[in-house]
């Protein structure tokens, strides 16, 4: 039974995230690999609260804001791919988050 690897991965740099995407697939590409994506998700806007001091009585700046991108890759079988893609080193700013299911 093969089993299917998801691969979520999220950046606040797009640059940095569609890189790494593009290595994967071509890299998936070059070996016959059976790949899904990249699906790309709305875009989510965080908002981070910024003290002007340590205490709480100290005010605040206004809210930081930045954007998040997100993506995701199946890889359908060739479980070493998908291991040496997980193995892989990702940029710093570049969260992976991991998925393995097994299909019938």
Same mark, same amino acid.
């Given at each position: 039974?093969?089993?299917?690897?998801?691969?979520?991965?999220? %950046?606040? =740099?797009?640059?940095?995230? @569609? #890189? $790494?995407?593009?290595?994967?697939?071509? %890299?998936?590409? #070059?070996?016959?690999?059976? +790949? &899904? &994506?990249?699906?790309?998700?709305?875009? #989510?806007?965080? #908002?981070?609260?910024?003290?002007?001091?340590?205490? $709480?009585?100290? !005010?605040?700046?206004t809210d930081w804001?930045? $954007? /998040?991108? %997100?993506?995701? /890759?199946? /890889?359908?079988?060739? =479980?070493? +791919?998908?291991? %040496?893609?997980? @193995?892989? &080193? +990702?940029?710093? !700013?570049?969260?992976?988050? /991991? =998925?393995?299911?097994?299909?019938?």
């Open positions: 039974m093969p089993f299917v690897t998801k691969l979520a991965l999220t %950046s606040g =740099d797009r640059g940095a995230l @569609d #890189r $790494t995407v593009t290595e994967i697939k071509e %890299s998936a590409a #070059r070996k016959g690999v059976e +790949f &899904g &994506g990249p699906h790309a998700s709305q875009p #989510r806007q965080q #908002r981070a609260p910024q003290s002007k001091r340590l205490s $709480t009585s100290g !005010g605040r700046f804001t930045y $954007t /998040i991108y %997100s993506r995701t /890759i199946e /890889i359908v079988g060739h =479980d070493e +791919f998908a291991r %040496s893609v997980a @193995d892989g &080193g +990702f940029p710093a !700013g570049v969260h992976v988050e /991991i =998925d393995v299911e097994q299909v019938r």
